[in-house]
């Protein structure tokens, strides 16, 4: 099979003829149909992620088509069109056992942990417990965008920020993260702010749905334009960049008693940043962590998609090869553009077509 290999950290990742996997005992070969190119590969490719070891396939956002099977496996066979959360649960720790597959105590994530689908095939485990069923309605490159950014979004503000009709949910940055949630906190009946510094965001957020946008390289005082537009602050704010000025703001931009949810990753030197736990006291605030989701969440998503309450395919900026996929790491660091990148087509020489890179 043909793979994307990085061999040494923040060096070029390269294309290699690599030998098919074999299926573990409790999981399964997937042959990739489409992959999404996330921060979260940058982070791995620059070293900047403890579980990656070299040489290593990324790639944790992905659709395909189950080829092979373990001999344990019950649900599943060859030929089932499936995806699976980038975080997968054992199914056997007492995270899992309470329904919490998005923390376990002995998590597999393909990109990560183990090689991932930068490749034709990708082997993974604990497939029973993991894999999703995609339905007709449902097409590859939709069903790659949903895995990391789109249900992490959605256990964000759905599950964890316990959003409602009429509440304002307020979203600091308007990457994948942050347009996914201006989306299902509208579909959810709320009414959003998008945050950003980049106009080109700023009108995705909008065309996403978002009831007002603020440009935060323009506006002195956000967290103020912000309890403006929503009469005295948000209901739930989301920090979905992850920098300590965008986690201060998200959670001083609450109302008494609002729910802050931090989903952008603080690593290194900015990984405690100072919080106003005055206000956090005084307004009863609540501060919540989102760490992906459970396979067994996807079928309320699935089915608000096949419903057309839910356009994730609107998140998708491009589709680009295996080889073009690469090019696209390397920018991804200093990334300016709007909307999700997918990998759609594994051959060797880069194909133009459409879109912006
Ligand atoms: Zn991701
Ligand atoms: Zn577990």
Redesign the pocket.
Known sequence: MKAALFESFGQPPVVRDMPDPEPPVHGAVIRVNATGICRSDWHAWKGYDPAVRLPHVPGHEFSGTVESVGSHIQFWKPGDRVTLPFVC?????R??KSGN?QI???QFQPGFTHWGAFAERVAVHYADVNLVRLPDAVDDVTAASLGCRFTTSFRAVAIQGRTAPGDWVVVFGCGGVGLSAIMIAEALGARTVGIDIRKERLNRARSVGARAVIDAAHVYDVVQAVRDITSGGAHVSLDALGSPETCFNAVSSLRKRGRHVQVGLLLGEERSPPLPMDRVVAHELEILGSHGIQAHAYPAILSMIAAGKLQPDKLVGQTVSLAEGIQALHTLGTFTGAGITDIDRFDKLPRKKGGMV
């Open positions: 649960g054992c199914g056997r720790c995270q899992c597959h376990c105590d002995n």
